[in-house]
């Protein structure tokens, strides 16, 4: 089944304590794309990669970092987590040809809550 | 900027009644693609569809049906004679594509309408 996976589903954590979550996709894809979900403002872009060793900043990446070692995965890393970092968070994945831009797919979600 | 603006925080409506929701976008591209996209109560985001900018034809699939008007900038999703298992939240999303042809594939979203049809 094609899908796009995350890891944990659901983490609470206090502040500063290193994460990751992990985020796969089995349909190899060449964009992946880390988004966050906070009421009233919709998704929010945070990093995104347009291939392997290739990542860029999306609209909010303060405090998050990423890596692109393989097609398949593409972590997201909090290194010192803070109580704004509070969200539900998306991982999403899709085509990415000359021109097109094609619809993404996404992962359950992982809501994360920082203490 | 790319903007997209939802005016329509939270619509109510009976099963079987016909609902629009509204979506406009600001853009100075000329090539973008629209999406739209729904969020059940269970959480995940659901593709409903994707509509690039030089094609204006309205779509219809079963109750969805969408309509695109450059001039006015917007692109409206109407589900007819609603049913309860529409109840979600539904988000109008644009992506640019940027000069050259490479589409980096951003996603701008609008804030969302939690959309709730009553038996």
């Known amino acids: 089944e094609a899908q796009v996976t995350q890891n944990p589903r659901y983490l609470i954590t206090v502040t500063g304590k290193k994460l990751t979550v992990t985020c796969s996709q089995n349909?190899?894809?060449?964009?992946m794309s880390w988004y966050r979900q906070d009421p009233g403002l919709g998704l929010r872009q945070i990093y995104y990669?347009?291939?392997?060793?290739?990542?860029d900043k999306g609209d909010v990446p303060e405090g998050y970092k990423v890596s692109r070692k393989e097609k398949r995965n593409f972590p997201l890393i909090l290194e010192s987590p803070s109580p704004n970092q509070t969200s539900l968070y998306f991982c999403?994945?899709?085509?990415?040809?000359?021109?097109?831009?094609?619809?993404?797919?996404f992962g359950p979600g992982t809501r994360l809550t920082v203490t | 900027a790319q903007k997209v603006t939802q005016a329509q925080t939270e619509i109510s409506v009976v099963e079987k009644e016909d609902v629009t929701l509204d979506c406009v976008y600001e853009?100075?591209?000329?090539?973008?693609?629209l999406f739209w996209y729904k969020q059940p109560p269970s959480g995940e985001l659901v593709f409903l569809i994707r509509?690039?900018?030089?094609?204006?034809q309205n779509e219809i699939s079963g109750r969805y049906s969408w309509n695109f008007q450059k001039s006015t900038s917007s692109f409206n999703f109407t589900i007819t004679a609603s049913q309860v298992v529409d109840s979600a939240v539904y988000f109008c999303?644009?992506?640019?594509?940027?000069?050259?042809?490479?589409?980096?594939?951003?996603?701008?979203f609008g804030q969302g309408t939690i959309l709730t049809v009553h038996p």
């Open positions: 349909m190899n894809h060449e964009y």
């Open positions: 990669s347009m291939n392997v060793e290739v990542t």
């Open positions: 509509r690039n900018s030089f094609d204006e």
């Open positions: 999403a994945s899709s085509l990415l040809r000359t021109g097109i831009t094609y619809e993404q797919y």
């Open positions: 999303a644009l992506s640019e594509a940027k000069a050259g042809g490479t589409s980096y594939g951003k996603l701008t």
């Open positions: 853009t100075r591209d000329t090539t973008y693609y």
